[in-house]
């Protein structure tokens, strides 16, 4: 499978990221190691999480998905084969969150204890810390690079503003720049992306790698109605604000495509974001191992001019 490059990180990965938000939430760790082997023996080979995944379940205080990731690659001697995401700075208890030096130092063990590994090989920021400095940040990053502990950094959630402040913080203090982006973006989702931030992006030759690539599963098409929320977790989670006139209308052209080249919506979805100027890959999850390769088959999807004018239009 032809690999992109994450922009200047010196990485480069299949155009497909396998999201482990669901690891220890709605898929249990045998169903976690299924869809994570079927991942790999597809030919893809990045896969994101966050020390806080998934905190949010009952029961749950986050750590969970990054250790489902580090017992199925000790298991199974994959961790060569895959290009490893996380995240910092999401609250994880008392004292724990933020973008400090001396957090990130803590963090980082752990999420590295947690992951059975010696290095991660793209560290994000996961929110903008307005009490802490860049420099500081990026100072604590370029320790860890220098130690061997993450190969290349990156940041989450961050707008043009920000992420351009960011770039001037490194290149004045003489620190590695976030060479990764990971914002909020699909097909029904696009203010915070398009324009400024994605010229940024482009112009800096930044890595793109999208979030909620399925609008919370709302492109997959199957919630219609609100009787429909209650289909899955997600549904009740956050569907409903998508079910409006512009919504239908982005479904109605996602139904269209799909008819026409023969696949689902979900797979037309994410084949927009891998043919959209910008994007790297969209990250997508699974939680069954036919979703697996629905996205699987994602990958394969080819859209004409044609397709992504009338998909773009239907958004508009």
């Known amino acids: 499978m032809q690999k992109r490059p994450l922009g200047r990180s010196g990485l480069s990965i299949a155009p497909l990221v396998f999201g482990g938000n669901v690891f220890g939430w709605t898929a249990d760790q045998a ?11 597809a030919g893809f080979d990045a896969v994101d999480t966050a020390d806080v995944y998934s905190a949010w379940a009952p029961g749950n205080s986050g750590g969970e998905s990054e250790t489902i990731i580090g017992n199925w690659m000790k298991t199974r001697g994959t961790r060569s084969k895959i290009t490893l995401i996380t995240k910092v700075g999401s609250p994880m208890g008392e004292g724990k969150k933020g973008l400090s030096a001396r957090y990130i130092a803590e963090a980082v063990e752990a999420s590295l204890k947690r992951l059975q590994t010696d290095v991660i090989d793209l560290y994000l920021s996961h929110w903008p810390d307005p009490e802490t400095p860049y420099e500081e940040t990026l100072g604590a990053y370029d320790r860890l690079v220098k130690a061997g502990k993450v190969r290349a950094i990156g940041c989450s959630n961050l707008d043009a503003g920000q992420l351009a402040a960011s770039l001037q913080a490194a290149k004045a203090a003489g620190l590695p720049r976030y060479e990764v982006l990971q914002p909020e973006y699909n097909l029904h989702d696009r203010a915070k992306f398009d324009g400024a931030l994605a010229d940024l992006c482009v112009a800096e030759d930044i890595g793109v790698i999208t979030y909620f690539s399925l609008a919370k599963g709302f492109l997959s098409g199957k919630y219609r109605s609100e009787a429909d929320l209650g289909k899955s977790p997600r549904g009740e989670r956050g569907v409903k604000p998508y079910l409006t006139e512009r919504g239908f209308r982005i479904l109605k052209a996602l139904d269209a495509v799909a008819e026409a080249r023969g696949v689902t919506q979900a797979e037309v979805a994410l084949a927009w974001l891998m043919h959209r100027k910008g994007v790297t890959a969209p990250i997508a999850s699974a939680t069954t191992l036919d979703q697996m390769e629905s996205l699987v088959r994602s990958a394969g999807v080819s859209l004409s001019e044609a397709d992504m004018a ?7």
């Not at 169903?31 to 023996?41: G, P």
């Not at 009338?310 to 508009?316: F, H, T, V």
């Open 31 to 41: 169903t976690s190691f299924a869809l994570l082997d079927r991942f790999v023996d």
């Open 310 to 316: 009338a998909l773009d239009a239907a958004g508009d």
